[in-house]
């Protein structure tokens, strides 16, 4: 199925959790704040929420350094 | 007609000129500004300009310093930044930076939190002195603060910010800065924050770190009131340091962007 992250169409494997598509784009997942149609997500929430057909995704990364 | 001079509203006769201003209000003054801009010369005056006359090495009243401090300020900013409630979570390199360029600015009040301590390691880039090592850093930032700008109302927390004290620490600010080093920190509190306050706006950093161009630093919007400052990419690494310069920058663009946000401007377009 296809989900949109930042913008941009990725085919990803059907059923998928928001933690199981942060692992396909090798992304860790205590390094980001994600949204999902247009919710903010809890860090709790990204093992239990699955990403639908046409899903969108919004993900911004931290890097360390302050 | 009615002008503002040292920020007392005063009644002068039309067409009155700085010069005249200056030898009717404070003849000792040796710097006159106006409208936010110092006025060597005479000037012929309008309804509702800001004059400010200042006596070089004078240490002024607590009343009258604010009014002078605000001198060259952009007329009618200062009012609405003295409204304003801004948190900084974490006042290591870029929350201490900031808090201070918010604090020269005028907002009228800052929260505070941090769990840490001043170390000599921190000298290299955070606006604390030698003789402050050990002291918590939102102390020694708040004592910092008040010798810059006494009118500052600063409210701090000292301890560990997580995803339960988060909404509580923060519950009265009306824009939030994420200040952390740590990227697991910053992830916590972008979530935690736009989750419980999504109406209010969020101010993050990420990459700044070594001496990379400062040209490649930038104030993004990547979500619903939620802004972010850096290039992105440059984690603090080995053979990666923070360093002044860049981390002063991304502080300044998140001191900006609060600026912009409390103006009710956008901070990232033009």
Not at chain 1, 2 to 24: A, F, M, P, R, W
Not at chain 2, 165 to 189: C, H, M, R, T, Y
């Amino acid at each position: 199925m296809d989900i949109i992250i930042n913008g941009k169409t990725i085919t990803v494997t059907t059923g998928l959790s928001i933690l199981g598509v942060l692992d396909h784009l090798q992304i860790a997942p205590q390094h980001v704040a994600v949204e999902y149609d247009g919710k903010i997500l809890a860090p709790d929430d990204f093992g239990v929420t699955r990403v639908q057909d046409g899903g969108r995704l919004e993900i911004v990364q931290f890097v360390g350094g302050g | 007609m009615k002008i503002l001079v040292n920020e007392r509203k005063c009644d002068v006769p039309d067409l009155i000129t700085s010069e005249e201003i200056r030898l009717r209000y404070k003849p000792d003054a040796d710097l006159v500004v106006v409208n936010g801009y110092p006025e060597p010369d005479s000037c012929p005056l309008k309804e509702g300009d800001r004059v400010v006359l200042i006596r070089r090495g004078e240490i002024p009243a607590a009343e009258e310093l604010e009014a002078l401090m605000m001198a060259r300020h952009t007329p009618g900013v200062h009012a609405r930044l003295k409204g304003a409630c801004v948190g900084i979570a974490g006042v290591g390199g870029l929350g201490s930076s900031l808090a201070v360029a918010l604090a020269r600015c005028g907002v009228g009040s800052l929260i505070l939190a941090d769990f840490d301590v001043v170390e000599p390691s921190n000298l290299n880039r955070q606006q604390y002195f030698i003789d402050q090592i050990g002291l918590p850093k939102v102390v020694a930032l708040q004592n910092n603060l008040r010798r810059i700008n006494p009118q500052v109302e600063i409210s701090t927390f000292f301890g560990r910010l997580d995803s339960h004290n988060i909404p509580e620490v923060f519950a009265g600010v009306d824009i939030l800065v994420e200040a952390f080093d740590s990227a697991e920190q910053k992830a916590i509190l972008v979530s935690t924050f736009r989750r419980h306050f999504p109406e209010r706006p969020l101010v993050a950093a990420s990459g700044l770190a070594g001496y990379d161009s400062a040209n490649s630093i930038v104030t993004r919007k990547v979500g619903e009131r939620f802004y972010l400052v850096g290039d992105g990419v440059s984690a603090a690494q080995p053979g990666r340091g923070l360093m002044a310069p860049r981390t002063g920058i991304a502080a300044h663009h998140q001191a900006n962007a609060v600026l912009r946000l409390i103006l009710g401007l956008e901070p990232h377009e033009d």
